[in-house]
């Protein structure tokens, strides 16, 4: 299969060449995250893309990533600090229109999720459930960009308090989460390039009850 193939191929870009990532490809990596599984549907985060070399740069400050400033564009993964009635409401609103129904056909479902979001979990448990969600689409843009075969690295090492302030995530409920970085590899400087991809073997890895 192809998506072997291209898993096999990517690896984590430690040092990126000076060539953007062709326009289409980012919309179409978009595209797919915006496609992924989260939670019920309700995509608790969001995704901001930079391209900007000046806002990377500031970003970059105070962490050993410098791929941060290097890739071509920077995919910030920002996920809700809760999850809140209007939410809920707009999400409902939202499946009516896509599905072409009434809100109150949807009444069981959107008292289901008020019960788990608004009475059954704190802000701090949501938030976490929200976080997690990202990394179900940082998953799922990894896949993308290999497919696309444009180069990437994800990322935890930053300031998220940089991060939040620079890209005002505070004022609209939202914490950075995770990174990911694409563009295209500068090979000859990378040192990770040529070495072997290391898994476990599948024996091992996986478990399967018959």
Do not use: C
């Not at 549907?41 to 500031?58: A, D, H, S, W």
């Not at 809140?84 to 056909?105: F, P």
Request: hydrophobic fraction near 40%; glycine fraction near 4%.
């Amino acid at each position: 299969m192809d998506l072997h193939k291209n898993l096999k191929w990517r690896y984590t870009v430690k040092k990126y060449s000076d060539k953007k990532v062709e326009q289409y490809k980012v919309d179409k990596i978009i595209e797919a995250i915006n496609l992924s599984a989260t939670s019920t549907g309700l995509q608790p985060f969001r995704v901001y893309v930079i391209e900007n070399k000046e806002v990377q740069k500031v970003l970059r400050e105070g962490s050993f990533n410098s791929q941060i400033e290097e890739a071509s564009h920077l995919l910030v993964f920002a996920s809700f600090e809760n999850i809140t009635q209007e939410h809920i409401d707009d999400y409902m609103n939202l499946i009516a229109k896509e599905r072409n129904m009434s809100v109150s056909e949807l009444t069981d479902f959107q008292k289901a999720l008020e019960f788990y979001f608004l009475q059954k979990h704190t802000p701090e448990e949501n938030a976490i459930w929200a976080a997690k969600q990202s990394y179900i689409g940082l998953g799922t843009a990894l896949i993308a960009a290999a497919e696309l075969q444009v180069d990437s690295t994800p990322m935890e090492g930053f300031d998220p308090v940089k991060f939040d302030e620079v890209l005002k995530l505070k004022e609209k409920g939202l914490k950075s989460v995770v990174l990911l970085a694409l563009g295209y590899r500068d090979a000859p400087n990378d040192w990770n390039v040529n070495l072997k991809k290391v898994r476990l073997p599948k024996e091992e890895f996986v478990v399967e009850l018959k």
